[in-house]
């Protein structure tokens, strides 16, 4: 009979790491084969790390933030931003609208192809 596989629970810097990783990977578009070509590693291991469900050692972050072009630091975040996904809508809504009520030509011709860009962006969830 085969043994049970023991799940370890990581610290949640384990987990910053991994949403960090990811907003990283995807920023630059990488998809996690390419990362894991870049850094030397395999896909599923970048998707493990991914969701917090691997630590990885020293080197390895090193080779990670050589990848997407980021430093040690950036990868590791020493606190949970409390910037959650609906409060950062909420505030580029506000922004948003408070540029529509006095934007003029200049601005709009400024932003109408920046709204673009942003709706084909391939880190852009649909």
């Known amino acids: 009979m085969g043994k049970k596989k023991i799940q370890i629970q990581h610290a949640e810097?384990?987990?910053?790491?991994?949403i960090r990783l990811?907003?990283?990977?995807r920023s630059r578009g990488l998809t996690?084969?390419?990362l894991a070509q870049e850094a030397r590693l395999t896909a599923s291991y970048v998707g493990r790390l991914e969701v917090g469900g691997a630590s990885p050692g020293i080197d390895l972050v090193q080779r990670l933030?050589?990848?997407?072009g980021t430093t040690v630091h950036d990868l590791l975040p020493t606190e949970k931003s409390p910037d959650t996904e609906a409060t950062l809508k909420k505030r580029a809504k506000d922004l948003f609208d408070d540029l529509m009520k006095s934007a003029d030509r200049e601005t709009l011709l400024m932003l109408v192809p920046l709204l673009a860009r942003l709706g084909e962006s391939p880190t852009r969830r649909k």
């Open 32 to 34: 996690q084969a390419k």
């Open 22 to 25: 990811r907003e990283l990977r």
């Open 65 to 68: 933030a050589d990848a997407l």
């Open 13 to 18: 810097i384990v987990n910053r790491f991994g």
